[in-house]
């Protein structure tokens, strides 16, 4: 059985591992790869968190805008309860999901 990671971090997620540029996960599940639903949610996810990145912003040449994260965190929440309750509708059994997010959005 495979594990599907997900994690948030700059041009990349929620999937670990996903392409930025279209939102399509990189783990090679067919299901999850090819699936529209996954594809569209991982990448507003994606798009947000690194929306959270500023570069040469506050004196300093990346600074990560934590007010806005704090912000976004009721959408987050909710993207990713989406994106877990697609996985586990197309889940044939070949993997699991290991959840990352969760616990860093907690201690929000």
């Given amino acids: 059985m495979r594990t ?5 971090d700059y041009l ?19 299901i999850i790869d090819k699936d529209n ?21 506050h004196d300093q040449a990346c600074w990560f805008n934590k007010e806005q994260q704090i912000k976004d965190k ?10 877990k309750a697609r996985l586990n509708e197309i889940n044939d059994g070949s993997f699991e999901i290991e959840d990352l997010i969760t616990p860093e959005y907690e201690n929000l």
């Fill in 74 to 83: 009721p959408k987050m929440l909710e993207l990713l309860a989406k994106l």
């Fill in 12 to 30: 990349q997620g929620a999937i670990w591992t996903s392409d930025i540029e279209t939102g399509e996960p990189i783990t090679g599940i067919d």
């Fill in 4 to 8: 599907i990671k997900l994690q948030l």
């Fill in 37 to 57: 639903t996954v594809i569209k949610i991982n990448f507003e996810m994606a798009n947000m968190y690194s929306s959270y990145y500023e570069f040469d912003s």
